[in-house]
């Protein structure tokens, strides 16, 4: 993976961003209820960045990167989950992938998102439309997947991952998932909020967090301040005397690899790969759909793979 951009201005802002950007896990209300909460802001800034995206795709996918972050606080080991939405609107849909170690990658089926007016709002609903929303998780120590699937009934991934929440796994949730931009609309602050019932949990106590949830400003204007997270969670969610536990950093990351492509390219069916040496176009460019990294390969690149199918035991390094 290449970033074309890294957030901050100087090293020292980079530093800083990225001790900033973090997954904090809490709990609250008695040891009932946990929560998690996610400072993203340069996760979507560089994935914006490396997708080229305009103000709605980041919107929409920098959601989907909070929701996926905030999904992986349960992750351990070589877990990963992802997020995948098929619809009728012109988001057409995306995928998102999270692991344990905070890392995020994904993208969009549709970009850019078709626009026939400006936008009036940041309601999204219209964009997605009818659509079904899936969680699949990978674990480690599973010989499946297991996948989760829900239909859409807000159009707001937010509303509809506590859909999934409550109607696959049957636990109560809350989320809220925010970018903000600027006037110029660059992204200023990206973050968002997962709240969950543990067994035993009150209903009372639930009712009146739904509601608190609701009145919360946006989060990802919360992230920025410098009392984030622990005066912030004192604050918000006083009388509920929540309680950090721990916290580890999210970024956006793939682990894709020049390598990795020239291996796929060498699993070609013979004849097509011969025809891609001889003919090109070069260079030969693949584009990873998680990061848009390009790679480019040229026909000396092409001609050492072909040759390489050809005869196993003389593996060139080009």
């Not at 599973?142 to 109607?167: C, I, N, Q, R, W």
């Amino acid at each position: 993976m290449e970033k074309k951009k890294i957030y901050g201005a100087t090293l020292k802002e980079q530093l800083l961003a990225s001790t900033r950007d973090r997954l904090y896990n809490f709990i609250m209300a008695g040891d009932s209820i946990r929560g998690v909460a996610v400072n993203g802001t340069r996760m979507v800034n560089e994935m914006r960045w490396n997708h080229e995206l305009g103000v709605l795709e980041t919107l929409v996918l920098g959601h989907a990167y909070l929701g996926a972050a905030l999904l992986s606080s349960g992750l351990k080991g070589n877990d990963r989950l992802s997020i995948g939405v098929e619809c009728s609107g012109p988001i057409k849909g995306l995928n998102v992938e999270s692991n344990a170690f905070g890392e995020v990658r994904g993208y969009l089926k549709q970009v850019p998102i078709p626009v026939d007016k400006p936008l009036q709002s940041f309601d999204l609903s219209p964009f997605f439309g009818a659509g079904f929303l899936s969680v699949t998780r990978f674990l480690e120590d599973a010989k499946h997947p297991f996948v989760g699937t829900v239909m859409m009934e807000y159009g707001s991934l937010a509303k509809d991952l506590a859909l999934y929440h409550l109607k696959s796994e049957q636990v109560p949730s809350s989320l809220s998932l925010s970018v903000v931009f600027d006037q110029d609309g660059e992204v200023q602050g990206a973050g968002g909020l997962l709240l969950q019932a543990l067994p035993g949990a009150d209903d009372k106590v639930l009712s009146k967090l739904e509601h608190l949830v609701r009145e919360l400003p946006s989060i990802g204007n919360v992230v920025l301040g410098s009392d984030f997270p622990d005066e912030w969670l004192q604050r918000i969610f006083d009388g509920f005397a929540p309680r950090l536990l721990d916290h580890r950093g999210v970024e956006f990351m793939c682990h894709c690899s020049r390598a990795q492509i020239r291996t796929m390219l060498s699993m070609l069916d013979p004849a097509e790969l011969d025809d891609m040496a001889r003919n090109g176009p070069f260079p030969i460019e693949i584009r990873c759909h998680n990061c848009n990294t390009c790679y480019g390969f040229e026909q000396t690149d092409m001609q050492a793979i072909y040759a390489e199918r050809n005869n196993p035991g003389g593996r060139s390094q080009r």
